[in-house]
């Protein structure tokens, strides 16, 4: 196809298309952070660099020119978390139990204790919901959480709905931070998780929410929040915070974290 006197074909379309699609999935991942603000800056050099180049102002484009080389390593140490992020979801989204028609034709199971477990979590949870018990519980799917579990203290034990709502019970020397829990087991509590530092989150979500967001920022886990102030369910994974939750919905959001592999 011509346009004017551009000559497109097919590949080219594709080309700006994925280069589209790239960059809205970078957006997408930066949005709200202060990296936003240092990417956005290094658009408007690159931008400055190739006018120069165009224009043929050589002083101009050389010094750019040198920082650009740099800058794409600047970025990549900048982007760390970013980058991570990009690539876990791009293996999520290409895994073979993620992908949408693939499980058509195969339909996880969960295993008779991860029901339990899956169901003691979700009670426990309504409970603490209604007395306005503050709870913040992670659920380990692929990621290793052992530098999180190592932050708090080890427990080991079953998941029972009683024991979550003694960890979390306002005079229970656990109560503070997060519980983990890993194979179907509470791994620790007291566990501090990583405050996100994403601007576009609530003012009206504090720290317990916050750490949960970038609990899911960091790792694949699933993480259930209680709010003490408002006695709210939450759900989090992928950096996304799922308000308001009921007990039903709870339940199925989590099933897809206990299915048999
Ligand atoms: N980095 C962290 N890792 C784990 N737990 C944390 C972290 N920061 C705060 N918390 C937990 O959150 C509690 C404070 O919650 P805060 O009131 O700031 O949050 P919130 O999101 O407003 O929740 P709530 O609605 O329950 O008040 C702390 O007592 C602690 O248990």
């Excluded at 139990?97 to 426990?124: G, W």
């Excluded at 309504?126 to 519980?137: F, N």
């Excluded at 994974?237 to 709870?250: K, P, T, V, Y």
């Amino acid at each position: 196809m011509r346009i004017g006197f551009l000559q497109i074909d097919w590949i080219d379309v594709l080309d700006v298309l994925l280069v589209a699609f790239l960059l809205y999935q970078i957006y997408k991942l930066i949005q709200g952070s202060i990296a936003n603000k240092v990417f956005f800056g290094y658009i408007l050099i690159y931008v400055v660099y190739l006018v120069a180049k165009a224009l043929g102002m050589e002083l101009l484009s050389a010094i750019l020119g040198q920082f650009m080389n740099v800058g794409v390593l600047a970025l990549l140490i900048i982007f760390q978390q970013e980058i991570r992020r990009f690539l876990l979801m791009l293996g999520r989204s290409t895994s073979f139990q993620e992908n949408a028609l693939l499980k058509r034709f195969y339909t996880p199971k969960i295993s008779k204790e991860n029901v339990s477990t899956l169901q003691a979590i979700v009670e426990a949870t309504k409970s603490m919901a209604t007395t306005h018990t503050g709870a913040l519980i992670v659920v380990e799917k692929e990621d290793d959480l052992k530098k999180f579990i190592d932050s708090g203290d080890h427990l080991d034990a079953v998941v029972t709905k009683p024991l979550l709502k003694t960890i979390f019970g306002k005079n229970s020397p656990l109560h503070d931070g997060a519980v983990i829990i890993k194979n179907g087991r509470i791994a620790a509590a007291r566990c501090m998780l990583p405050i996100s530092e994403n601007g576009t989150i609530s003012p009206a979500l504090g720290f317990r929410h916050r750490a949960a967001i970038g609990m899911s920022e960091h790792t694949d886990a699933a993480i259930v929040v209680v709010s003490e102030e408002k006695g709210e369910i939450s759900f989090v994974e992928n950096g996304s915070i799922f308000r308001n939750m009921s007990a039903g919905n709870l339940e199925e959001k989590l099933a897809g974290y206990f299915v048999k592999n």
